[in-house]
């Protein structure tokens, strides 16, 4: 079905959960990123008759409101790999954390940024206390002056790696490896309303929202911009948001209460027929198991010394960095 499935590793880390032996086909659309719209992209075509699986209740009442059917509340990817890696036990266990983790507002394959890096690399320094992580998005990270930004300020910087773009390239730890990270870290923060804030949020992260908000190239005026953003949640846009209140909010936008047994999430999704993997095997794709063209094998797409080599996007040739070198 839809390749925006695998983004992340999602279809990965369900079927871990389900401990099946591959990674198969879900029948329908899983809900990629936190979203305060209808849960997906704007404009996505979805195939008559086929559910929408998403991760709370608010999307689904806006797709309502605009006239789209047939969703179905599973909890977020991200609530199953919190459940994977023994969330509460973690907790219990109270491991070290020190700084601050930074996730920049990003573009995308057909979207870039409009703002300043550096500006917000001022904000930050005259805000956080103790080291910071910078974690920037493949779109963003493969730019070297958008990384010298971050570099020259003595910041750590680095890139959980590709989301995956039509079955290719998908980086499958992409969400273990963010999980890491944030339970390594005191603080998260952004510019922009964002997955990683609620991720954050939901591992005990002290959260908050300051800096130059940035904004996409030809952002979609359905989506109310930063505007509603602050008129929806104005108790998370500060620098730092009370706990009691990030943590509710992470509960409800991330559907961590409301995730599926194991033989519901295989029934819902549609994989009564998958193969069970071994106990402690993780699922493999294979040539059969994904929709249209298989697994990637493309070596360029890989992180080397934290460095992102080469991606796959829409474009046939190589990719290019802003100073018109290969990347």
């Keep these: 079905m839809?390749?925006?499935?695998?983004?992340?590793?999602?279809?990965?880390i369900l079927a871990r959960y389900a401990r099946l032996a591959?990674?198969?086909?879900?029948?329908g659309y899983v809900q990629h990123g936190w979203n305060i719209h209808d849960g997906y992209a704007v404009g996505t075509v979805f195939a008559p008759g086929f559910p929408k699986y998403i991760w709370s209740e608010a999307p689904?009442?806006?797709?309502?409101?605009?006239?789209?059917?047939?969703?179905?509340?599973?909890?977020?990817?991200?609530?199953?790999?919190?459940?994977?890696?023994?969330?509460?036990?973690?907790?219990?266990a109270q491991h070290p954390r020190?700084?601050?983790?930074?996730?920049?507002?990003?573009g995308w394959e057909q979207q870039?940024?409009?703002?300043?890096?550096?500006?917000?690399?001022?904000?930050?320094?005259?805000?956080?206390?103790?080291?910071?992580?910078?974690?920037?998005?493949?779109?963003?990270?493969?730019?070297?002056?958008?990384?010298?930004?971050?570099?020259?300020?003595?910041?750590?910087?680095?890139?959980?790696?590709?989301?995956?773009?039509?079955?290719?390239?998908?980086?499958?730890?992409?969400?273990?490896?963010?999980?890491?990270?944030l339970r390594a870290h005191?603080?998260?923060?952004?510019?922009r309303l964002g997955s990683a804030l609620f991720y954050g949020a939901s591992v005990g992260c002290e959260i908050g929202v300051y800096g130059d908000p940035m904004i996409l190239e030809a952002e979609r005026a359905v989506l109310g911009g930063m505007g509603r953003q602050k008129r929806l949640w104005p108790e998370l846009h500060q620098p730092a948001v009370p706990q009691d209140i990030?943590?509710?909010?992470?509960?409800?936008?991330?559907?961590?209460?409301?995730?599926?047994?194991?033989?519901e999430l295989i029934e819902t999704l549609g994989w009564r027929h998958a193969r069970r993997a071994e106990v402690g095997v993780p699922p493999v794709e294979t040539q059969g198991s994904l929709a249209e063209g298989g697994p990637s094998t493309d070596q360029d797409t890989q992180m080397r010394d934290g460095r992102l080599e080469r991606l796959p996007t829409d474009d046939s040739g190589p990719l290019m960095d802003q100073d018109g070198d290969t990347a």
């Design 2 to 12: 839809h390749h925006s499935n695998h983004f992340y590793g999602h279809a990965h």
């Design 22 to 27: 591959e990674v198969p086909r879900i029948w």
């Design 60 to 92: 689904g009442r806006r797709g309502w409101s605009v006239g789209l059917r047939n969703y179905q509340v599973i909890g977020s990817p991200w609530a199953y790999l919190l459940n994977l890696e023994r969330q509460e036990e973690w907790e219990h």
């Design 98 to 106: 020190e700084g601050t983790i930074v996730y920049p507002f990003h």
């Design 112 to 181: 870039n940024i409009v703002g300043s890096h550096d500006g917000y690399v001022e904000e930050i320094k005259a805000t956080e206390d103790g080291p910071v992580t910078i974690c920037l998005y493949w779109n963003e990270y493969r730019v070297p002056e958008v990384r010298r930004s971050y570099e020259r300020a003595g910041f750590r910087v680095i890139s959980h790696g590709y989301r995956g773009h039509m079955w290719q390239g998908t980086d499958a730890d992409f969400l273990d490896k963010q999980l890491a990270e």
């Design 186 to 191: 005191r603080r998260v923060v952004s510019n």
């Design 246 to 263: 990030a943590s509710e909010l992470a509960r409800v936008e991330l559907g961590t209460d409301l995730i599926l047994s194991r033989p």
